[in-house]
């Protein structure tokens, strides 16, 4: 049995990826390493947790003598890497925690991968998840390639990038079989309430202001998660060893247009009337150092391995509010607690 350790498996994207290679895989054994922070939650996994091919294992990558003893016991065959602190905001707050995540989380998870597999790289896999955020910030023209130079402007991309780059140095130096994908912004069932669209969602829910930051005119290209999750899948089996794939949802929106249709399907869905939520929209102070536009181009993953985003925005962005609006308990359990200092300190001073 191919064993797989997924990390991060308790967040947002580890949690769609882990239900998608436990159900399709029966013959794999995911093995979900997380430390369960605040993003990590093992209700997004509970229709799967009673599986015979998954096991929860709660642990952190920066204990590196716990990961050689998880190797010695588990013998993982390939690693999917998700685990990560991913808000932006909290990385401009305090960017030394993702120093340690980040960074010094993925050396150890190599070195553990290195001394455990101990030269023998046949069918072993170190598959690093990473961000279009290394690529810095884009005019109003022109698209993120594989190719483009990393130019990471926040606490978080930097420390993502440098976690690329020791991924591929590990497999320049040591020969350790890597690949390594960077996606644009994923949206979805499970996302955390502090990234854009869930927050904006938990706040039009709640008739609470919704906080666009400078004129709202930065531009992302949203993908959905389970297109993401798809993307992994067959990076995973098909990708070409020590090649990096850019993955994007061909789906760009300015922040104000995108909240203004959420705004207008969250209506609908409440049965509010026509224009209510709009008037939540206020405009803040700017993130600092903020990127005015991500855009993937994807022709790499297209052409070689067939990879195209399967859902729409409009359909996936329904898709999502209906989830949230049905899982309010997930909401209010996630939302209660250290999250609403989290919001305080964030948005009320
Ligand atoms: P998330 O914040 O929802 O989940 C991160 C998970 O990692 C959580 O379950 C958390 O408990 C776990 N974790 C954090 N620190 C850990 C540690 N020290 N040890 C073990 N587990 C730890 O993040 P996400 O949005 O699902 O992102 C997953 C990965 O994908 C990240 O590497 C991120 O950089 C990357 N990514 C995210 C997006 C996006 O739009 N969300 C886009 C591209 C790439
Ligand atoms: O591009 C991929 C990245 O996308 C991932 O690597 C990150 O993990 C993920 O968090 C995301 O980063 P962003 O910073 O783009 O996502 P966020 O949802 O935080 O913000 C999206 C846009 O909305 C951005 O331009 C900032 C803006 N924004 C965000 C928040 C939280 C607001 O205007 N108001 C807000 O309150």
């Given amino acids: 049995m191919n064993s797989i350790l997924i990390?991060?498996?308790?967040g947002f994207i580890g949690s769609?990826?882990?239900?998608l290679f436990v159900e399709k895989y029966p013959h794999y054994h995911i093995f979900n390493l997380d430390s369960l922070t605040y993003a990590g939650n093992l209700e997004n996994l509970k229709d799967i947790e009673g599986k015979p091919n998954y096991t929860f294992i709660k642990a952190d990558i920066i204990d590196e003598s716990t990961l050689n003893a998880l190797f010695k016991t588990y013998r993982f065959e390939s690693i999917i890497h998700l685990a990560a602190e991913s808000h932006v905001?909290?990385?401009?707050?305090?960017?030394?925690?993702?120093?340690?995540?980040?960074?010094?989380?993925?050396?150890?998870?190599?070195?553990?991968a290195k001394k455990n597999w101990k030269g023998n790289f046949i069918n072993k896999l170190f598959y690093h998840v990473s961000t279009d955020e290394v690529y810095g910030t884009l005019?109003?023209?022109?698209?993120?390639?594989?190719?483009?130079?990393?130019?990471p402007n926040s606490p978080y991309s930097a420390s993502k990038a440098s976690s690329d780059h020791f991924?591929?140095?590990?497999?320049?130096?040591?020969?350790l079989p890597y690949v390594i994908t960077n996606c644009s912004n994923n949206y979805g069932q499970n996302q955390f309430p502090e990234k854009l669209i869930p927050l904006f969602i938990n706040n039009i829910i709640n008739n609470k202001e919704l906080p666009v930051y400078g004129d709202g005119n930065y531009t992302r290209d949203w993908l959905y998660v389970k297109d993401h999750a798809i993307a992994i899948d067959l990076v995973f089996h098909k990708g070409k060893q020590g090649n990096t794939y850019n993955i994007g949802g061909l789906n760009e929106w300015k922040n104000i247009d995108l909240v203004q249709l959420l705004c207008q399907q969250m209506d609908v869905a409440l049965g509010r009337k026509?224009?209510?939520?709009?008037?939540?929209?206020?405009?803040?102070k700017d993130r600092p150092g903020h990127d005015l536009r991500y855009a993937i181009d994807a022709s790499k993953i297209k052409n070689e391995l067939g990879w195209t985003p399967s859902v729409t925005f409009e359909e996936g962005l329904k898709e999502t509010i209906y989830w949230y609006l049905n899982n309010q308990i997930w909401?209010?359990?996630?939302?209660s607690g250290a999250y609403q200092s989290y919001y305080k300190k964030q948005y009320c001073n």
């Avoid at 905001?89 to 150890?108: A, H, Q, W």
């Avoid at 109003?140 to 990393?150: K, P, Q, R, V």
């Avoid at 026509?274 to 803040?284: A, C, H, N, P, W």
């Fill in 7 to 10: 990390t991060g498996g308790a």
């Fill in 89 to 112: 905001d909290r990385s401009i707050e305090d960017p030394l925690l993702f120093v340690k995540t980040n960074i010094i989380g993925t050396i150890n998870l190599l070195n553990a």
């Fill in 331 to 335: 909401l209010n359990n996630v939302t």
């Fill in 167 to 175: 991924v591929r140095a590990y497999g320049e130096t040591y020969g």
């Fill in 139 to 151: 005019g109003e023209t022109g698209l993120f390639t594989e190719t483009t130079a990393y130019n």
């Fill in 274 to 284: 026509k224009g209510i939520s709009e008037k939540l929209i206020t405009f803040v």
């Fill in 16 to 19: 769609h990826v882990v239900r």
